[in-house]
C-alpha cells in the first residue's frame, strides 16, 4: 500500500515538474536587464539553498529515537471509539517512560496533558500500527490523556488519566 502510495505521488510531481518546465520552456520572455536577471538568479539559488539547509536541520531530530533497556517502564495505550485502555495507570516519576500506542478501529490522537491542561507530547494512535513515544515526567500528580484526532461523535469523551509518583 505504502509504495503504491509513493508511486503514485512520485508520478504526479513528475507530472507537475513536466508542466511547469513546458510551461517555462513555451512562454515569451519579457526583456529583463542583465543586472536583474543576475540578482534574481542569486536569490533563488540562496532560497533554495536556504530551503535545503532548514529542511535537514529541522527534521535531523525525527524520527525520534527510542532508547529502550531491559528497565524501561512500557505502558500499553489501546484506543477505540470512544475510550482510552491503559494497562498501567501508577507510572514513574523521572524516568523515561515508552508508550506504545494503537487502536481498535480508526485513527486516534493520544494526547497526554499534565493538571494546567498543557500538551505534554502526543502521538497518533492508528490501527495495525504500534507508535512508540517516550517521555519522563518530571512532576509527580495526575495526567490526563485526551483524543486530539477527531474520530466520531464522542470524540471529545475520549478521556482517561494516570498518575505519576515517585518511588
Ligand atoms: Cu478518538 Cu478523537
Known amino acids: 500500500m505504502q509504495m503504491t502510495v509513493l508511486a503514485i505521488s512520485v508520478g504526479l510531481m513528475a507530472l507537475i ?13 519579457a526583456p529583463v536587464a542583465k543586472n536583474i536577471e ?24 525525527w524520527p525520534q529515537a527510542v532508547a529502550m533497556t531491559a528497565d524501561t517502564p512500557t505502558v500499553n495505550v489501546t484506543g477505540g ?22 487502536t481498535v478501529d480508526v485513527t486516534h490522537g493520544f494526547g497526554v496533558m499534565d493538571d494546567t491542561g498543557k500538551l505534554l507530547f502526543q ?23 485526551v483524543c486530539l484526532e477527531y474520530c466520531g461523535l464522542a ?7 494516570f498518575t505519576v509518583t515517585a518511588n
Open 155 to 161: 470524540h471529545h469523551d475520549m478521556i482517561t488519566e
Open 81 to 102: 471509539q470512544w475510550y482510552w485502555e491503559i494497562d498501567t495507570t501508577e507510572l514513574p516519576l523521572g524516568i523515561p517512560v515508552v508508550f506504545n500506542a494503537h
Open 123 to 145: 502521538v497518533q494512535a492508528m490501527p495495525g500500527y504500534v507508535n512508540q513515544v517516550q517521555y519522563a515526567f518530571d512532576e509527580p500528580g495526575n495526567y490526563n490523556v
Open 38 to 61: 543576475r540578482r534574481r538568479s542569486g536569490l533563488i539559488l540562496a532560497m533554495l539553498v536556504a530551503g535545503i539547509v532548514i529542511t535537514i536541520a529541522s527534521l535531523r531530530p
Open 17 to 29: 515538474s513536466f508542466v511547469f518546465i513546458a510551461a517555462i520552456r513555451s512562454g515569451g520572455r
